[in-house]
């Protein structure tokens, strides 16, 4: 019996794919051997030693010690793709919402008072007009599953869509449209867009290219940013709005400094709020975690590689150890020292951490478990019956 403690509120959906004879899930579970979590930070949560996994219902892992978990051998799961759809749909949104202030032109009709109102509709309408998104440029920068997604919608609404991502894996160049042009280069984007759209992860290099990107930008550019607040300074920002470089800015993560200004659009961090995506983020999660656990197969990590084998009989043993020489003979030998029989194996590294698996006919001893977890560069070793 595995149990899960639940930081956050999980989607009872999520939790069905859980089977009741093989977990128990609680939100004060003490030394779980996983972790379901959503925004709660864990920078300041002791990791105990028998936990296996975190799987983080949502894309984004800065709440996750992640370097710690890789240390200490623990998986760290994230559900790419599951929001995807409810971001996509903000994204568009925050086009028409950058062009025309329909935020501003609500709040002002909300002012009216009086038996004129329609009369003062008329007449100070005009303050509130912006232009229509039909053939204009909109420059995506990430071409992930979301990126994508906006992509290929802005096309469809008729904008001429710019798109940059030197890392698109193969699945997402499938799904993009055609249509979609590709910058040669990010300066390309910055300088013949008039809307810019940023679905890019927040990390040291994405922070560097995009911290001199306004001073790059085509004047009267609209930027919209549904990524990560860190992810552009926000005084830079607010200089660039003063003067005229930026038309507008929304943003999913207001601060106290944005909100003041007229021209920030100030979304409350609603581009997964949806409850189809809470439903497909713990779904998810819980699919990943469960197979995690019980086969060993890791999908959809941050932090170890994504190593599967098909269901087999008999057991299993996983080998989560550095990515250094002699690893996969030091196991090889100790299973063979101990007259075990590998009938199946895959190991694949990442960066510096690897992950093997084996299929054994027979249960390895003590003797040869111990052998393994000796080796200064394994970081767990675990036996499943399959």
């Known amino acids: 019996m595995y149990s899960v403690r639940t930081l956050n509120k999980i989607a009872p959906i999520g939790l069905l794919k859980l089977p009741t004879e093989q977990f128990v899930h609680d939100h004060d579970a003490a030394n779980p051997d996983a972790i379901l979590v959503r925004s709660a930070s864990m920078h300041d949560m002791p990791l105990e030693q028998n936990l296996l996994c975190i ?33 996509r749909e903000l994204a568009v949104c925050a086009i ?9 032109g609500i709040n002002w009709s909300r002012s009216l008072t009086g038996d004129d109102v329609p009369a003062q509709v008329e007449k100070g309408k005009s303050q509130f007009i912006g232009p229509e998104a039909l053939g204009k440029t909109l420059g995506v920068i990430g071409l992930g599953a ?59 290099e994405s922070q560097a290219i995009l911290s001199d990107m306004l001073d ?51 979304i409350p961090h609603l581009g997964a709020s949806t409850p189809e995506s809470e439903d497909n983020c713990a779904v998810m999660a819980c699919e990943q975690m469960r197979e995690y656990l019980l086969h060993g197969n890791i999908m959809n990590s941050v932090n170890l590689p994504n190593v ?18 002699h690893m996969l003979s030091e196991i090889s030998q100790s299973m063979a020292e101990h007259g075990i029989n590998i009938e199946n194996m895959v190991n694949k590294s990442r960066d510096e951490y690897a992950y093997t698996l084996l ?26 019956k399959i």
């Open 55 to 87: 799987s983080r219902a949502g894309a984004g892992v800065n709440n996750i010690p992640i370097a710690q978990c890789s240390q200490k051998g623990i998986v760290v799961f994230n559900t790419p793709g599951a929001n995807a759809n409810a971001v």
């Open 96 to 104: 028409f919402l950058s062009s025309r202030d329909i935020v501003g």
């Open 146 to 204: 979301i990126g994508s997604g906006v992509a290929n919608a802005a096309h469809h609404l008729g904008m001429d869509v710019l798109g940059y991502d030197p890392y698109i894996s193969v699945d997402s160049a499938w799904g993009l449209s055609r249509n979609v042009r590709r910058a040669r280069d990010i300066k390309q984007v910055f300088a013949e867009s008039d809307y810019i759209s940023l679905h890019v992860p927040m990390n040291k």
């Open 216 to 266: 790059l930008v085509k004047p009267g550019v609209r930027l919209i940013n549904l990524s990560r607040g860190e992810l552009l300074d926000s005084a830079a920002v607010l200089s660039a709005l003063d003067r005229n470089v930026l038309a507008c800015y929304v943003t999913d993560f207001p601060n106290a400094a944005l909100v003041a200004h007229p021209r920030v659009v100030p």
């Open 308 to 325: 599967e084998l098909p269901p087999a009989s008999g057991f299993r043993l996983c080998v989560l150890h550095r990515n250094i020489p």
């Open 359 to 384: 299929d054994i006919a027979s249960l390895p001893g003590e003797a040869a478990v111990a052998r393994l977890r000796a080796n200064e560069g394994i970081l767990r070793v675990r036996v499943i």
